[in-house]
């Protein structure tokens, strides 16, 4: 191990963690002069690109009990917000409400109205007007009590004791006998402190303090000077010296008097032991506390802040926008009253510590001074209580801030464009601001009324008073894109300051608005004792220089020293408790001493009592605590809690949450969401917050920090069920790292001559990392530095941390397990990144510490000396090209010594918990390892060999004590963490062996006695797992082919020992050959291709690879060829062994039964051998996914188990049948009900470009359309069930059309075949034109047997052309084409094609020459029957008949061929049209001749029938019409009803026409009745219903009349004798219709 390789990287981290502490103080941006709108106020990007970074959450209204109480109050209620309780406290006259918001949401019932729970006090008599929460003092309760609860009321003041767990949970207010009267004196506001002490305001002008304890005592009131005796619970006033005369004045004449200056504000800070009190007019008055909190002294009496800051806006030179100094001259005018005080904790600044806000929103930082001339940053140790520094002196104003302009708050209110990405691009690249912003502006007469704010961590959150309206919430967040943009890529410690804030409306009128009371930062997470550890840690981590942290390493720390003896003597001289040094020695209690505060980000958080030791800010040790940014702070460590900050706005409506957002947030976002703007908004964000902190911030997303990004912001909603919510972190670590590869640059170099190369030159002026040689420098990336960025915000709070306490010889309180586990999750994540995305620098470990170690020592390789020999001989471009290889190769190594570093961290962190775990007899020598820090434990080779040195002290330790188990623990945790101190190898190959000979002669023996759930199965299935671990651990240093190549070799006499023993044995066999292939993966680096290689696609699931595992087993170097025959040998072992089991089942199924099984197993030996060839290859798909693997195990599944492979669902499976038959691939689905997959394939493959015949076609369509009814059938989801309805309806028509395909690949099939066109010798007997028209029918009968042609297609190019017009009726009926006139000459196309051309009659002529008119349709010649004439009707009619049938069922909608109906609906069925052309052809061969009535009845047609017989026959059934559409579905009304029309259009035709369709509507009528009372009473339903319906309604009679009226006129004109016949038939049958009719009517 090269411990140098690691102290430079540890060097690298150490300057990443000094980057981060380089944030200027908060009082040296305000002393900053104006710089590119550095004091401006911004609205955008914040508002067009990703929304404010203070947004709304969630509205909890007041419980309906405390609603209920408004109607009920008498004289006055007040409200405000205990957060550290999570309560809402509400008086209502003498009664105090506790109720707690952080129930409501999950409790909320189905009107969503909370709860009505509250706690109630009602042990009080006058009107409550204040109340407030402090820490108990110690000694005086019992340690179950966490909080007091003061209760304030204008005659007296009372303390109830509030007892609670740690998570707030066993909530009770108790009271107690603490209750003192007040005088009369109202105490406004009450303020408690974590030590317990109480301060109150009282309405006087005095500030009061209410003391109580348990020590009341005669004798105490003969000691103390005065003799008053000590009270058990007293008031003390505090400004005793203001008297004033209005103060004993009656009630009645205090109204005559001046106005007062009442108090306004209390405020404690808890850090530096101070009060402040703060009139309306700004005089402030301010206690100093002591260094143990137990004094009171008054430092500074009525100072001015309004004359103050008058003072300082006086100044030559003030920031842009502040108000004017006249403004403060009266503070009697309405806005310049104070309003509250915010305390500033040394997290947020060391030398601002308190913000004066102001009713007009101008904001006023103070600063403390110390008693001699220099700033109070930090408070003294105890024993240093004298010199000029023990006290703070007094206050100076700093700085002044104007709220911002009502155009500004204006423009947060309403929509306005925000800039393009073009303009942000452009400012980042010429260091402008992103847009103008607007200055801060205060006119006296636009004031804003701010009736509630809060400032806290760079937040600042103003109530606007709108009178009758709702409030208004203008939020103020520190403005970090402002921050980045004025950087202009400059180190931290040469950038301008800045106030830049940005703002947003929080809460406004559209919401549940309401009167805003007050305004709180949720501090929840004070409680959580392991993560205000950690966030305590990650405070107290101020760095020194690297010289002096290595010097350092291995010696005692010289501040130790006096921080022990102060807190020795703090414990000697306080009353409250022992105090202890964050890296001190534990409390001899279990509660925190009274040096610590608690970690919150707010100023006014108190924790609860009873806490454990190392959980806050220590007070005498201030000055070791890091100024941190938001940009380091949102990557704390912290898995327990939700480091994200939540705001609690209370109304008189209810409790409205806002929280903070973190740049990591909405890059979350970003990252979680897919659009096409997502590039975009990526740019935008690393334009914004620059390419560094952007970059960073993708890596510890990667990582998983933070661990509550993208969780919801609901406050009851626990931090493990927000992080459920999240989304995956390998998700995130793809989208993250892909985003940041993509938008960074790659390592730069810079010429000792001629300057830096490309786009860089300006990079050289930031805080990346410089390397130089002998004649370059080399900038490295913003990737490589954003990964030492996060690995040293993740190591911040233990990277110099003691190991070692030296006054216990044990470890320090800070390494708890929940530290380690924070602290070790986001590392191993880096891990991971660095391995998946940055596997060239991990793995290639010889070159990259050879590139690394000659960079150290500053020498030139003799690489570069040949480039300089002959680069005059060389291009200048191939210069610069091994340049940046050379710049590539030194940033691979730097990233390759990171990776290391990550590596040995994580086996620290291991070492110290694994080692702090032994517990019992044994007790480990942590003084073998010195004082030693984290830092020296991962870098220090001394330390290493202590480490060595203590390992084998326990062990020895351990192995005297009797403790084989923890021997083997121990053992076992040094083989998978720190190889390269022990090889575990072979003692696991050792023991493995010994075992599995013990267990197969055990299982021999008790064969058919193991039964399932035994003893002695339960003991023999350990023995077995315990078995395949140890082989496990032994096949990772399996490196060589020797050890898995060949029956002898290691691996296979293991499996076939492995494979004797029962399920768990089969299991080892494929965990062990799993194993070992792992062993001789290819990496990417070694193949030198751009290919994945096997490595890659093995991807093993788990394992461990860390780089001293594999430096430690590489010891023999292998070609890729080797490796992947060796891996193959793997891979030929498990199949080998499976297919044993295969043989087994073969044998078994022909009968060849074994007296027992080899393993022993008792049951059905065909049935477990079967279960257990499954088993193992289940288990083998889903631990390898090697494709190679797969197929080999499919193939040989295929070969010899098809049926078993086909019946095991899995992934791997699925694919490889992919590459095999498809129907195969469909049983698979089927097999396994996965209809939806199943209709996907056979659509695919029917739908597929290749040549496929469209019979094959046609039936992979008919298996999607059954496999999409089955999936519509299961389907139990909504939206999937329509989804894959919707395909089945779309398969459905596809499978019609294809249909539709085939009828016209058959018809185009035979009229091709016709031609004989195939044949060379035919082919020349066409001319030139024909063969071109066959060539194509050739080729369109190709493409209609082979391709699934789209239906246009096949209507244009395939059906019309070649006049198949059938097919174009159906393909219209499909598509419900509704062209009326195609369709009609389609029709009349279809008819005529089957009527003769030519005819003998001069009627027949010319009624052919008339409807074969190319205007009405298209002639087709290819189905006219040779030498037949139109009269001889017996040859062709009856083909027309059977056509037209067939053809017109098929386009009607229904099948009505068990019925009448009423009417038929078909887009590509004109009804009338086809009626009517049948009409007129049979009424021709009637005037030809062959009239239908007179042969009916019996007539003859005289002797002009014979000129007709001659050339054939012409004769027709009469009514044959009425047949054809009867038996399509046709009833007869609709028919009748048909005939009356035609007959309408036909009244200027011969009256032989008209007699014929006066006939066949006779012979209609005549049947209809004729069935009507013939049908059975099953069909009484429709006919006959029909007919009577008819008849009642009167159409039956005029049809008659109408009928009967034009027989009349026909027989009055001139006709034949045998149309005389037919009137009077015709008349004859009307007469029976009408007797019928009558009688169906009668009955």
Known sequence: MDFKILEQASDAIQDKLRLDEMIPDLIDQCSGRDSQGSHRYYIEPYKSHWGPMIEYGEFLPLPNRILDQYTRIECASFMGVLPEISRVWVTVDNKLFLWKYTDSTSNRDSSGTSPDHCEVFDGISEVIVSVALSAPRPGVFLDTVKYVLVVSSPVEVVLLAITCDAHGGNFKMVPTAYRLPSDNVAMVKVVGSQSGRIFMAGNDGNVYELDYS???????????????????????????????????????????????????????????????????????????????????????????????????????????????????????????????????????????????????????????????????????????????????????????????????????????????????????????????????????????????????????????????????????????????????????????????????????????????????????????????????????????????????????????????DASSAAVAASANGPLA????????????????????????????????????????????????????????????????????????QGIHTLRRLRPADILYRHLSTI?????????????????????????????????????????????????????????????????????????????????????????????????????????????????????????????????????????????????????????????????????????????????????????????????????????????????HQRARALEDASIHALYRLVGKALQALSFIEVLSSIKGNVKVPWSKLGEVTFRSLVVSSRVHESVKRLVSAVISDLIRAGSPAAVDGVIDWLSKECSFYFSHGDRCAYEAGRLLQSLQQRVKESAGDNF???????????????????????????????????????????????????????????????????????????????????????????????????????????????????????????????????????????GILPAKLPSGEVGNPLQIAQASMVRMVVRAVNKCENPSFHSLLGDRLLRDHEEALLSIRSAAIERYLTTKDPLLLYRYYEKHADCVKATALMSALARDDADTEIATRISYLQRAVASAERAVACSTDVGASQAMLDSLVDLKDTLEIAGFQLKAHRVLSEQFAGYNYTSPSNRAKYSEGQRRSLDLLENMVQRAQLQLLPITELFHEVCMPYKLWDVCLLILNASKHEDDQLIARLWRSFIYRMVPETGVTEESQTFLKLKRDVARLDIDKRYQLASVSFEQSESWLSGLQIQVVQLAQQLVSGDLRNGAAASLHSTAFPSAVVLEELEEIAATLGACGSCGGGDAEGGGAGEGETKHQQHGSSRAERGWTTSC?????????????????????????????????????????????????????RNEGSTRQQLVQAARSGRVANWIEKLRRQLSTLGARKISHTSQELISVVAKELAEVNRRVAELTIA
Request: with cysteine.
């Open 675 to 883: 659009s096409q703007q997502a590039e975009d908004k990526y740019k935008q964000f690393f334009s914004a917050f620059g390419a560094l902190e952007s970059s960073a911030m993708c890596v510890a997303l990667a990582c998983g920090l933070p661990g509550d990004a993208g969780s919801t912001s609901s406050i009851s909603v626990s931090h493990a069920q927000r992080s459920a919510a999240s989304r995956p972190l390998e998700a995130i670590r793809m989208r993250a790292m892909s985003v940041m590869l993509g938008l960074t640059q790659g390592p730069a170099f810079k010429s000792s001559i001629t300057g830096m190369s490309g786009a860089a030159g300006a990079a050289m002026n930031d805080s990346r990392m410089v390397i130089s040689d002998s004649s370059h420098e080399f900038v490295s990336s913003t990737a490589h530095e954003a990964l030492h960025l996060v690995c040293s915000r993740i190591l911040r709070p233990v990277w110099l941390r003691n190991v070692v306490d030296r006054n216990t010889a044990g470890l320090t309180t800070v390494w708890t397990p929940q530290v380690i586990a924070d602290v070790r999750a986001p590392l191993a994540e880096l891990q991971k990144v660095l391995k998946g995305f940055f596997a060239t620098a991990v793995l290639n470990v010889k070159q990259n510490q050879e590139h690394y170690l000659a960079n150290i020592a500053n020498q030139a390789s003799e690489d570069m000396v040949t480039h300089q020999m002959l680069a005059k001989a060389q291009q200048s471009v191939s210069g610069e090209r091994q340049v």
């Open 1012 to 1150: 399932p759930g035994s003893q002695q199965w339960t003991d023999l299935q350990a023995q077995i797992q315990r078995c395949v671990e140890l082989l496990l651990g032994a096949a990772q240093y399996w490196r060589s082919p020797d050890t898995v190549q060949g029956e002898d070799s290691e691996l296979w006499r293991a499996c076939t020992a492995l494979l004797e023993l029962d399920a768990v044995g089969r299991d080892g066999v494929v965990d062990l050959c799993w194993q070992a292939a792992a062993n001789f993966t290819v990496a990417d680096s070694q193949n030198g291709s751009g290919e994945s290689s096997n490595g890659m696609l093995f991807a093993p699931k788990q394992g461990n690879s860390d780089w001293e595992m594999l430096l430690y087993r590489d010891s023999i170097t292998l070609g890729e060829n080797e490796r992947r025959a060796a891996q193959l040998a793997c891979f030929q072992c498990l199949i080998q062994h499976i297919m044993t089991i295969g043989t087994d089942v073969r044998r078994l199924g022909a």
């Open 581 to 652: 040094w964050l890296d001190g020695p534990a409390s001899s209690s279990s509660f925190t001493p009274s040096s610590e505060v608690p970690v919150g980000r707010g100023g006014r958080a108190i924790n609860m009592a009873c806490r454990p030791a190392g959980v806050g800010y220590n007070k005498f040790d201030l000055g070791n605590i890091a100024l941190l940014g938001e940009m380091c702070w949102q990557h704390v460590p912290c898995a327990t809690i939700s480091s994200r900050r939540q705001f609690i706005v209370l109304t008189n």
């Open 1525 to 1577: 559409f009867r038996e399509i579905g046709f009833s007869y009304g609709s028919l009748v009803e048909s005939y009356v029309e035609i007959f309408d259009q036909w009244s200027g035709k011969a009256p032989e026409k008209l007699l014929h369709l006066l006939s066949s509507t006779s012979f209609a009528l005549s049947q209809w009745t004729r069935s009507a009372a013939e049908l059975s009473v």
């Open 214 to 564: 348990n020590t009341e005592s005669v004798w105490s009131g003969l000691v103390e000077e005065g003799g008053g005796g000590r009270h058990k619970c007293r008031k003390i006033n505090h400004f005793a010296w203001n008297w004033k005369l209005v103060h004993v004045l009656p009630p009645f004449l205090k109204a005559f008097a001046s106005d007062e200056d009442n108090l306004v504000d209390l405020a404690v800070d808890n850090v530096r032991h101070l009060v402040y009190a703060v009139t309306c007019k700004g005089m402030l008055s301010a206690f100093y506390l002591g260094a143990s909190g137990g004094e009171t002294v008054l430092f500074q009496r009525s100072f001015s802040v309004l004359e103050a800051a008058k003072l300082f806006l006086s100044g030559y030179s003030v920031p842009e926008g502040s108000p004017r100094p006249e403004n403060f001259s009266n503070p009697s005018v309405a806005g310049c009253a104070v309003l509250s005080l915010s305390v500033l904790t040394p997290v947020e600044s060391r030398r601002v510590q308190l913000i004066v806000t102001l009713q007009n929103g101008i904001r006023i930082y103070l600063s403390l001074r110390s008693s001699g001339h220099g700033s109070f940053a930090h408070l003294p140790t105890p024993l240093a209580s004298q010199g000029s520094f023990a006290a703070p002196g007094n206050l100076q104003v700093v700085y002044v801030r104007s709220p911002p302009p009502s155009a500004t708050l204006r423009a947060c209110a309403h929509s306005s464009p925000g800039p393009s990405p073009q303009s942000i691009g452009s400012a980042a690249a010429g260091g402008s601001d992103i847009d103008q912003g607007c200055a801060p502006s205060f006119i006296p007469t636009q004031a804003l009324r701010v009736s509630a704010a809060l400032s806290s961590k760079g937040a600042t959150l103003l109530a606007l008073d709108k009178m009758q309206h709702p409030d208004e919430l203008v939020c103020l967040f520190e403005d970090l894109v402002g921050r980045n943009q004025l950087s202009m890529g400059l180190p931290p410690t040469h950038q301008p300051p800045s106030m830049r804030e940005g703002v947003c409306i929080g809460l406004d009128e559209t919401r549940n608005g309401g009167k805003i009371y007050d305004i709180q930062e949720d501090c929840s997470s004070i409680h959580s004792a392991e993560s205000a550890r950690l966030v305590s840690l990650y405070a107290h981590s101020s760095t020194p220089t690297n010289a002096s942290i290595r010097d350092a390493s291995h010696h005692h720390d010289p501040n130790m020293r006096s921080l022990s």
